[in-house]
C-alpha cells in the first residue's frame, strides 16, 4: 500500500514533523480549560496559522487540532457527540494548508489518549475504546489526513485499541507513547516493551516511537532503547522543548531553538527517522531544526554522555530497563 508518508519515508533519510499544537495555541489565547478542538469550527484561521506556520518554518508533516477529538474527551465539554465532525474539520483545514505548498506535506490526524483508564484496572472496555477510536478515525480520514497519528499514550491496550480502530478506518497510521515516569509510560511500559508490542500487532504502524515525556534528554535515551532492539521500522522522536517551568503564572520551556538544533540532529544520528518537538516547541525552533538536518553531517551514534552534555541532565538514574549503566543523579529536575 502506498500513500504519502510511505512515499516520503522511502525517499528521505529524515523527515522533520511539527511542534506543539497546545503551546502554539494557548499563544494565541486559548484558555486552560477549553477544548481546543472548538477552535476547528470557532476559529478556523488560527488552527490554518497554526498549520501553516508549522510548514514555513521547514515542517514536512504536521499534526491536526484533533488529540482530544475522541468522544470520550470531548464528552467533559458536552461536545461528544460533534467527535467526527470536529476531527474532520481539524483534517480539512490541514489538507487545503499541505495542498498550498510545491513540496509534498504530510496531514497527520492527531489521535490523542481517551483519558480514560482501560479494563481490567478501569471501567473503559476494549470494545468501547476501539468504537471511539473508530469514529475519530473516519471523520479524520474524511477530512483528507494521509495518516492517524495516535500519540502520548501510556497504555499497551490503548494503543493495540486504536490500532484495531484503525483498521477498521482503513487508514495507514503511526504511533508514539509518552515516557514520562523514569523512563517508562505511566502504565509502567519500557522502550523495549513499545518495540515488542508493536510488532505483534495486526496492524503495524508506519512508524513508532515517543513524544512528550519529560525532557529532550529523556527523549532520545528512550530512542536509543528502541534501536536496541534492532527494528527496522522507523522511529519517531517527538521531544518537548526543554523542561516545563511555572513562571509568572505560565508554563515556560526551557529549550532554546539552538538546543532543538542539537537535539533534532542527535535524534536523526540516534536513529530516530521522524523528528519533531512536542510541548513548547515553536516555529523558532522548527526553523533551527530544519537547519540543522540540513547542514550538519551524519555522526556517529550518540552515547547517553553525549546527550546530557548537549541537552542537559535526564531526570532520572535509569532509562527503567533495568540492564543500563545508571547516570548520575545529579540536577535531578522537578516536573513542573
Ligand atoms: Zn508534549
Known sequence: MTNALSQMLAARDWILADGATGTNLFNMGLQSGDAPEMWNDEHPDRIELLYKQAVDAGSDLFLTNSFGGNAARLKLHGAQKRARELSRISAEIGREVADRYDRPVIVAGSVG?????????????????????????????EGGADVLWLETISAPEEYKAAAEAFKLADIPWCGTMSFDTAGRTMMGLTSADMVNMVDKLGNTPLAYGANCGVGASDLLRTVLGFVAQGSERPIIAKGNAGIPKYHDGHIHYDGT????????????????TIIGGCCGTMPEHLSKMREALETRPRGERPTLDQITDALGAFSSAADGTGDDTPAPRRNRRRRA
Not at 483519558?115 to 480520514?141: C, N, R
Not at 531553538?257 to 530516530?272: I, K, N, Q
Open 113 to 141: 489518549p481517551t483519558g480514560e483508564i482501560m479494563a481490567p484496572m478501569g471501567a473503559l472496555t476494549h470494545e468501547l475504546a476501539v468504537e471511539i477510536f473508530h469514529e475519530q478515525a473516519e471523520g479524520l480520514k
Open 257 to 272: 531553538p539552538d538546543l532543538m538544533a542539537d537535539y533534532a540532529v542527535l535524534a536523526r544520528d540516534a536513529g530516530a
